[in-house]
Every structure is written in structure tokens, then in C-alpha cells.
């Protein structure tokens, strides 16, 4: 079965570095991009990027730009995604999601357990 | 970047009533990249509709999407107790953005 299990929670503080690993299992891992979600708490779902598996290929949001890294590991089936000069409003839960389609459309069938980052000093 | 307007912010409902959720664009995206999503406090959102219109894997048939444009619904025709959730819509075409959600709480 498809799993997606992310790394343990961290605290950070300001001004460091994350760097949250999605290990995905029960598929081929190159074959379906990964996406990275985050949700700071009690807010909404906010979008940062993708990663083409095959590839190495990324997209980030535009909010990320510059202070996001997204890679990947295809020998062990992780992704990663790095986020640096970490702030206070950056504490959030970090997700992975994979995003499948097929004729009708597109949609993230499975997700990551969550990794809760905390940046605090 | 295309915005995502949902709404109302929530909708208190009693079990056994239909459930109307609204989710607005600020330009128009195609069918096919328009998705919803169910999230319980504490849990990684659930991936319900894609296409607008198509219901994933394993959801029930009172689950149904429609719409194209700018305007998409969502419609949970009788409410079950698990039902109560916050609801988001995502679109793929540009930036992938999200919307805010809608509460969906017990009365």
C-alpha cells in the first residue's frame, strides 16, 4: 500500500535551517510528482512547491523563492524539502502529498503524516 | 496568482441535512485542475473531489462536486456525523493556490 512517512518534529531557531524528509513506499516513486503543504496553526493550507521525482525538476511558490530547496533521494524513495532563514511565522506543519491524475484531472491522493516545525528562540 | 474565495467561513448544519459549500476564483480555471479536500483537526487532508466533478478512491456517493469557470460547489447531500470537517478547494493551474476553507460544525 502507498505510504508517505515524514521525519520527526523540530525546533528551530530564527535565522536556521529545516530540512524535512518524505519517505515514500508501495509505489514507484519516480513515476508522480511530490508536493510540499504547509499549515501554520489553527490557519488554512498554503502550497509551496513540487519536485519531479525523475527528474530533479522543482517548482516553488513565488512566497518561497530563494529560501526553498526541494531534492530528492531516488535510491531510498525520499523526498526532501529544505527551508532556510527560518521565522517565527514559519511554524507550521509541514506535509508531503503526491500528486496523481488521470483523465478527469489532478489531485493529491496520498499525504504525509505531518511534521510540526517549531521556530522559536 | 489565482485566489481562491470559499465560502461561507462556516456552515452549521445538523445531521441528516445537506451540506452546500461554494468555492470562488479570481479567474478561470479548467475543470481539470480544480480538486476538494476534507481535513479533521489533527489529521493530513483527504483528497475528495478532482476534476470538479470526479470523487476519489473510497469517498461516498453523497460527496459530489460541480461547476466550471470561476464558480465550483461542493455538495454533501445528507450529512453523517463524520462529515464535520473544514473543506478546502485547490486549484492547479497557477501557483496551486488554496482556499481559505469552510467549517463545516455541528448545530
Known amino acids: 500500500q502507498v505510504q508517505l512517512v515524514q521525519s520527526g518534529a523540530e525546533v528551530k531557531k530564527p535565522g536556521a535551517s529545516v530540512k524535512v524528509s518524505c519517505k515514500a513506499s508501495?509505489?514507484?516513486?519516480?513515476?508522480?510528482?511530490m508536493h510540499w503543504v504547509r499549515q501554520a496553526p489553527g490557519q488554512g493550507l498554503e502550497w509551496m512547491g513540487w519536485i519531479n521525482p525523475n527528474s530533479g525538476g522543482t517548482n516553488y511558490a513565488q512566497k518561497f523563492q530563494g529560501r526553498v530547496t526541494m531534492t530528492r533521494d531516488t535510491s531510498i524513495s525520499t523526498a526532501y524539502m529544505e527551508l532556510s532563514r527560518l521565522r517565527s511565522d514559519d511554524t507550521a506543519v509541514y506535509y508531503c502529498?503526491?500528486?496523481?491524475?488521470?483523465?478527469?484531472?489532478?489531485?493529491?491522493?496520498?499525504w504525509g503524516q505531518g511534521t510540526l516545525v517549531t521556530v522559536s528562540s | 496568482e489565482i485566489v481562491l474565495t470559499q465560502s461561507p467561513g462556516t456552515l452549521s448544519l445538523s445531521p441528516g441535512e445537506r451540506a452546500t459549500l461554494s468555492c470562488r476564483a479570481s479567474?478561470?480555471?479548467?475543470?481539470?485542475?480544480l480538486a476538494w479536500y476534507q481535513q479533521k483537526p489533527g489529521q493530513a487532508p483527504r483528497l475528495l473531489i478532482y476534476?470538479?466533478?470526479s470523487r476519489a478512491t473510497g469517498i461516498p456517493d453523497r460527496f459530489s462536486g460541480s461547476g466550471s469557470g470561476t464558480d465550483f460547489t461542493l455538495t454533501i447531500s445528507r450529512l453523517e456525523p463524520e462529515d464535520f470537517a473544514v473543506y478546502y478547494c485547490?486549484?492547479?493551474?497557477?501557483?496551486?493556490?488554496f482556499g481559505g476553507g469552510t467549517k463545516v460544525e455541528i448545530k
Open positions: 479567474q478561470s480555471v479548467s475543470s481539470s485542475y
Open positions: 476534476g470538479a466533478s
Open positions: 485547490q486549484q492547479y493551474g497557477s501557483s496551486h493556490t
Open positions: 508501495g509505489y514507484t516513486f519516480t513515476g508522480y510528482y
Open positions: 502529498a503526491r500528486l496523481d491524475y488521470d483523465s478527469s484531472g489532478y489531485g493529491y491522493d496520498y
